[in-house]
């Protein structure tokens, strides 16, 4: 069974840094890209980054560009956001979902279950 | 303002037959598969139909999907309470080099 699991989240202040983390389970994780996908309280999706399988490809939605990092660590099957100089606008839900191919994904075919982000002071 | 356009709701009754539409540019829809996500209350998103017309496994076939140009179409027929949700569509974007996600459209089932 194919799961993801999200951590990680929390409280922070504004300016401040987070990391989250999203453990996978049931697939071979390195033959799949992933990717993080946020949504602010009453708000549609917004697709934060992606990732390809071995790393090689990195994409970043430009509202997070310059502040976050996404990584992978093939061998922990693990996803990870750094996400830096946080502002009040990234306040928000955090799934991470995994893409259907390790490059050129079609569709997000899993996602977990998401951790809540609240930047306040 | 999302790059995908789509109806910010549509409602029918039990039932019934509704479509939801999604507009996008030749950067997007027009030369990239679509996808689809159900986001039922309180819950993460889930894959209702990708590569623009097919369903996952588990996934009813009241449920379709097509594609024309630049725009893409989520079919339900059959409508039960239970597919009260918001709907979302979503495609890569290769002139931005993004995922890009419709608005989101809540179905109410009357």
């Known amino acids: 069974e194919v799961q993801l699991v999200e951590s990680g989240g929390g409280l922070v202040k504004p300016g401040g840094s987070l990391r989250l983390s999203c453990a996978v389970s049931?697939?071979?994780?390195?033959?799949?890209?992933m990717n993080w996908v946020r949504q602010a309280p009453g708000k549609g999706l917004e697709w934060v980054s992606s990732?390809?399988?071995?790393?090689?490809?990195?994409y970043y939605g430009a509202s997070v560009k310059g502040r976050f990092t996404i990584s992978r660590d093939n061998a922990k099957n693990s996803l990870y956001l750094q996400m830096n100089s946080l502002r009040a606008e990234d306040t928000a839900v955090y799934y991470c979902?995994?893409?259907?191919?390790?490059?050129?994904?079609?569709?997000?075919?899993?996602w977990g279950q998401g951790a809540l982000v609240t930047v306040s002071s | 303002q999302s790059v995908l356009t789509q109806p910010p709701s549509v409602s029918a009754a039990p039932g019934q037959k509704v479509t939801i539409s999604c507009s996008g540019s030749?950067?997007?829809?027009?030369?990239?598969?679509v996808s689809w996500y159900q986001q039922l209350p309180g819950t993460a998103p889930k894959l209702l139909i990708y590569?623009?017309?097919n369903r996952p496994s588990g996934i009813p076939d009241r449920f379709s999907g097509s594609k024309s140009g630049t725009s893409a179409t989520l079919g339900i027929t059959g409508l039960q309470t239970g597919d009260e949700a918001d709907y979302y569509c979503?495609?890569?974007?290769?002139?931005?080099?993004?995922?890009?996600f419709g608005g989101g459209t809540k179905l109410t089932v009357l």
């Open positions: 979902a995994r893409g259907d191919f390790p490059v050129g994904s079609t569709c997000l075919d899993y």
């Open positions: 049931g697939f071979t994780f390195r033959s799949y890209s």
């Open positions: 990732i390809g399988g071995t790393g090689s490809y990195i």
């Open positions: 030749s950067s997007n829809i027009g030369n990239n598969y």
């Open positions: 590569d623009n017309d």
């Open positions: 979503a495609t890569w974007d290769h002139s931005l080099s993004v995922w890009v």
